[in-house]
Structures are given as structure tokens and as C-alpha cells.
């Protein structure tokens, strides 16, 4: 028996969905008999649902069919009801939908089990579309990049920072303007490290200005988290 097939026994979904609207269904028809338009308000949740329910199961059945069935045993409601919950919000169709996605099939395979982190989904929740693009690059190799710093002349602090040259494909992302944040934020979630490198220096720099070739990379942490969520 597949794993669907026990989710399917054990939680009859379309009674549910009969259920909730019948008694939904009920209730409208006492708050709003009077209010057309209260009434479309009311029910729209219900569409939704329903909406909600069909996506949910094109993205299970795209998961049964990345573990064999030999294979599949019951995942942990820890990582499976943030995952089901992030894929509510996603595009069916984006890179961040298909991370879920392999992260909800190593749940439920008893050979890959082990890379499903729970902290994975809520970090899937927290990336930007274009973050995404960009670890699907640092998993397969590192990017440097050359940066001049702009220091205050009076205290010495750094208060800008310009790009000189950058081997990572920018025009790659939706906006590549930002892609120097995003490292920043991929580095908070401790899924890249960067080393910087202040050594290097040039002669028609004004005293002010730093030249640093920085070195981007994935963490250890990261690695497991491209190969348990990228395709």
C-alpha cells in the first residue's frame, strides 16, 4: 500500500471539505440572507479551499512519484506540516514549489530520510525566489567577486561598497540589483559563508577606498540543505 494511499484512508479529505461547506453553507444563509455581496464574501473561502485542496494534491502525487513505493514510509508530522503549509503560498510552479516538494519525498524515504532537516521548510519560507536561484548555483560550485569599499574619511568607516567585477550570472535574477543583500540573508541563514580578503590593493585608489576579493561558498549546513531540497 502507498504512502497516499494511507493518507487517503486515514483522513477521508473529501468529506471533510462536504462537511465544512455544508455547515459553512448554513451559517451564510442566516448572516447573509439580505447581502449579495456579503454572501460572495462569505463563500469565497470555500472556493479556496476547494482550490486549495486540488493543488495540494498535484503536489503529492508529483512527490509519490519521486520514492519508489518499496521505499516510502510515514514522515513526521514536524516536517510535514510546515511543508504543507509553505506550499500553500508558493507558486505551483516555481523553483521554491519543487524544494518543498523534494524535501517532502526524502520525508517519506527510508533511504534519504536522514536529509530531511525540520528546520529546512521554514528556511524554504523564508527565501526569496531569487535566493533560490542563486543556491542552485552554489551547489555546484563557488563564485568570487571583486568589491571596492568606501570608508568615511574622518572615522574610517565603511559606508559603501561597490562591485568591481562578479563571476556569479546576475543576469540570472528577477533582480539582480539586490543580489548583494541576498548573499547577506543566505549568509544569516547560515547557508553560505563568505571570506573576505582586504590584502589586495591599488595604486590609483584614493586612501579611502578598500579593495576586497571576496570568496562565496556553501556551508556544510548548506550542502545538506541543496541536496535535500534542489533538484
Excluded at 44 to 52: C, E, F, M, S
Excluded at 161 to 179: C, R
Amino acid at each position: 500500500m502507498g504512502w497516499l494511499d494511507e493518507i487517503g484512508k486515514s483522513i477521508p479529505v473529501e468529506k471533510i471539505y462536504d462537511d465544512l461547506a455544508r455547515k459553512s453553507v448554513m451559517e451564510i444563509g442566516e448572516i447573509a440572507t439580505n447581502t449579495v455581496k456579503a454572501a460572495r464574501c462569505i463563500l469565497a473561502p470555500i472556493d479556496y479551499l476547494a482550490a486549495k485542496q486540488d493543488k495540494l494534491q498535484r503536489h503529492l502525487k508529483r512527490v509519490n512519484e519521486k520514492v519508489p513505493e518499496e521505499r516510502q514510509i510515514n514522515a513526521l508530522p514536524l516536517i510535514t506540516g510546515p511543508i504543507i503549509e509553505g506550499l500553500t503560498y508558493v507558486d505551483e510552479e516555481s523553483l521554491l514549489s519543487e524544494m518543498f516538494e523534494n524535501l517532502l519525498a526524502r520525508a517519506i524515504d527510508k533511504d534519504r530520510v536522514d536529509e530531511a532537516h525540520p528546520a529546512f521548510s521554514k528556511i524554504i519560507s523564508q527565501l526569496a525566489p531569487d535566493e533560490a536561484i542563486i543556491l542552485s548555483h552554489y551547489k555546484s560550485e563557488s563564485f568570487d567577486m571583486s568589491l571596492v569599499y568606501i570608508h568615511d574619511k574622518e572615522f574610517g568607516l565603511a559606508i559603501d561598497k561597490k562591485v568591481i567585477e562578479n563571476e556569479f550570472p546576475v543576469e540570472n535574477l528577477i533582480f539582480p540589483q539586490n543580489y548583494l543583500m541576498y548573499l547577506d540573508h543566505l549568509r544569516n541563514l547560515n547557508l553560505l559563508t563568505i571570506y573576505n580578503d582586504f590584502r589586495h590593493s591599488k595604486e590609483d585608489f584614493p586612501s579611502h577606498h578598500q579593495l576586497c576579493l571576496q570568496k562565496t561558498k556553501l556551508t556544510d549546513f548548506g550542502q545538506l540543505f541543496t541536496k535535500a531540497c534542489m533538484p
